[in-house]
């Protein structure tokens, strides 16, 4: 089986800037789509940004001009890089993965989640 290790994530004031990596690890075939969610308080967790294998994103429409998803398919990492963070960031952040055992057999892993803080 696989799974998905957080790094980033903490306190970063309004304004400020982190960034979160995600380590897919295990045996698989492959990796299609990697993306990033997050859930606030009192909220459905809702898509941040996804990215293809061959490198295709979208954003939600909150994260358009401020983050910036990325992947190393050598690796098995995604990033994804918060900028002129708001209050309103503040949520519990989680990597998600499509990842193949084979090649016709799909599996969707999530990591932990990783709580990030801004403060006003």
């Known amino acids: 089986m696989s799974s998905c290790r957080r790094l980033g994530g903490g306190l970063a004031q309004a304004g400020g800037s982190l960034r979160l990596s995600c380590v897919v690890s295990g045996s698989f075939f492959g990796i299609n789509s990697m993306g990033w969610y997050r859930q606030a308080p009192e909220k459905q967790r809702e898509l941040v940004a996804d990215i293809t294998r061959g490198g295709i994103t979208e954003y939600a429409d909150s994260a358009k001009g401020r983050f910036t998803i990325s992947r190393d398919n050598a690796k098995n990492t995604i990033y994804l890089q918060m900028s002129s963070l708001k209050p309103e960031d503040t949520a519990v952040y989680y990597c998600?993965?499509?990842?193949?055992?084979?090649?016709?057999?799909?599996?969707?892993?999530w990591g932990k989640g990783t709580l990030v803080t801004v403060s006003s």
């Open positions: 998600n993965a499509h990842v193949y055992s084979d090649p016709y057999t799909g599996m969707e892993y």
